[in-house]
């Protein structure tokens, strides 16, 4: 089956860096997406990994490993904004996207 | 562009009801997309067609569900007859393509609460 595997929740400081890991076992691989969803809204794109590595964009990176099947979404300099839920999501060999549950972030002052 | 357009935004209804959602894609995408989203499930891909062609319906949870397309800048999905455990929000998406550097753009999701 696939599957994808987030923390549920995570709390970090505010001016602090976070790490929120992510693992998959899907049939395929097309590449890895991490969309942010605040509270009430739809998710909205952050990054895109097909290849191994880091990819910086701003206070955000992500960085995928495909031999291993994990990808991470580094945030730095927390701010309150930053609060909300960070899905994960692989396209598999079909181009379909399999959704990760979601990792809700707090962040406390 | 004003982006994915979805309606209504919040709709409260009785069990047993009809409920029709709508979703306006962004022009010149050929990829639309039906997701449900609930705290227990996650989000869902419910349908998504192409270029007007619904490609792959296993997600749709069983007959009472369906949608269309009837061109390029219209989408329906219709729940007939609604039940309880149909609340969710429901959100259309829309992108260029369906390969692999193709961000999927979200309309602001329709609440459903089925009563």
């Known amino acids: 089956g696939q599957n994808i595997d987030q923390p549920t929740e995570m709390t970090a400081t505010e001016g602090a860096i976070v790490q929120i890991n992510c693992t998959y076992q899907?049939?395929?691989?097309?590449?890895l997406f991490w969309y942010q969803q605040h509270a009430g809204e739809a998710p909205t794109f952050l990054s895109y990994?097909?290849l191994d590595g880091l990819e910086e964009k701003g206070r955000f990176s992500s960085f995928l490993s495909r031999s291993k099947g994990y990808s991470y979404l580094l945030l730095k300099e927390l701010q309150m904004k930053d609060s909300a839920s960070y899905l994960c999501?692989?396209?598999?060999?079909?181009?379909?996207?399999?959704w990760g549950a979601g990792t809700k972030l707090i962040i406390k002052p | 562009d004003a982006g994915v357009i979805q309606s209504p935004r919040h709709e409260v209804t009785e069990m047993g009801q009809e409920v029709t959602l709508r979703c306006k894609p962004i022009?010149?995408?050929?990829?639309l997309f039906w997701y449900r989203q609930t705290m227990m499930r996650g989000l869902e891909l419910l349908i998504y067609?192409?270029?007007?062609?619904?490609?792959?319906d296993s997600g749709m949870p069983e007959d009472r569900f369906s949608a269309k397309m009837p061109n390029a800048s219209f989408s329906t999905l219709k729940i007939q007859p609604s039940e309880p455990r149909d609340s969710a929000v429901y959100f259309c998406?829309?992108?260029?393509?369906?390969?692999?550097?193709?961000?999927?753009?979200f309309g602001p999701g329709t609440r459903l609460t089925v009563l």
């Open positions: 998406a829309s992108s260029l393509g369906a390969g692999e550097v193709d961000e999927q753009f």
């Open positions: 990994n097909v």
């Open positions: 067609f192409n270029n007007n062609v619904p490609i792959d």
């Open positions: 899907t049939s395929g691989f097309n590449g």
């Open positions: 022009s010149g995408h050929d990829y």
């Open positions: 999501a692989v396209m598999d060999s079909n181009y379909q996207l399999i």
